[in-house]
């Protein structure tokens, strides 16, 4: 157990609908990514946050977003689904308080399927 | 252009057969080196960091080292519950963090 969390496991939904993941990092740890795996893909950086601020960007689409809330968790959301959007999607945090401490640790994933 | 490659793309061994995995990369001002292990539907788990050539990690039946241009992890005697696919990652001078693909490793009972 990495100490990350995200809910929902699994997500099953229609074209066009909006949903949203959501992510608590490891205690102690400021920044939390996002990531996107396609069946048999790699992994896809999409962004990440620092404390409740955006550092760096990825391949996230413009119908993707994200935040960081003051108490360190963070939320995923994914407007207008296509088939394509459907893939398990990765959070992971770091302590990142200076540049050595920079290890991710990975939640369990969301299974995201859009029908 | 920074770029992480990983080989071979896929693996099968014997339960007992030693090998390695290579990751090559080409980044400016190499930040750190990541391994971790990923199974199937689940996150990638953190197995390794190394920061200079000539470093070495050990965890059970694994060791990764790094030297200029690459790493390897070496499995020594490997059991089925090691396969699973090994990632590579490597953070540049900006601390971005670049994947490689994957090696899948297979190890046959």
């Known amino acids: 157990d990495s100490g990350v969390t995200q809910t929902p496991k699994h997500l099953i939904t229609a074209t066009g609908q909006r949903v949203t993941l959501r992510c608590s990092p490891r205690?102690?740890?400021?920044?939390v990514y996002w990531y996107q795996q396609s069946l048999d893909q790699g992994l896809q950086f999409l962004i990440q946050?620092?404390?409740?601020?955006?550092?760096a960007k990825g391949n996230i689409l413009e119908r993707f977003s994200a935040q960081q809330f003051p108490d360190l968790h963070s939320e995923l959301n994914l407007s207008s689904l296509e088939l394509g959007d459907s893939a398990l999607y990765f959070c992971?945090?770091?302590?990142?308080?200076?540049?050595?401490?920079?290890?991710?640790?990975f939640g369990p994933g969301t299974r995201l399927t859009v029908l | 252009e920074d770029q992480v490659t990983q080989s071979p793309e896929a693996l099968r061994l014997q339960e007992g057969e030693s090998s390695s995995l290579n990751c090559s990369y080409t980044?400016?001002?190499?930040?750190?080196l990541f391994w971790y292990r990923q199974d199937p539907g689940k996150g990638p788990e953190f197995l390794f960091t190394?920061?200079?050539?000539?470093e070495e990690k050990e965890k059970e039946r694994l060791k990764a080292t790094l030297t200029k241009k690459e790493s390897f992890l070496h499995i020594t005697a490997p059991k089925p519950e090691d396969s699973a696919t090994y990632l590579c990652?490597?953070?540049?001078?900006?601390?971005?963090?670049?994947w490689g693909a994957g090696t899948k490793l297979i190890i046959k009972p």
């Open positions: 990652a490597v953070k540049d001078s900006n601390y971005q963090l670049i």
């Open positions: 992971a945090s770091s302590v990142d308080r200076t540049p050595a401490y920079n290890e991710q640790f």
């Open positions: 980044v400016s001002g190499l930040r750190g």
């Open positions: 205690s102690g740890d400021l920044s």
């Open positions: 190394l920061y200079s050539a000539g």
């Open positions: 946050y620092y404390n409740g601020e955006e550092r």
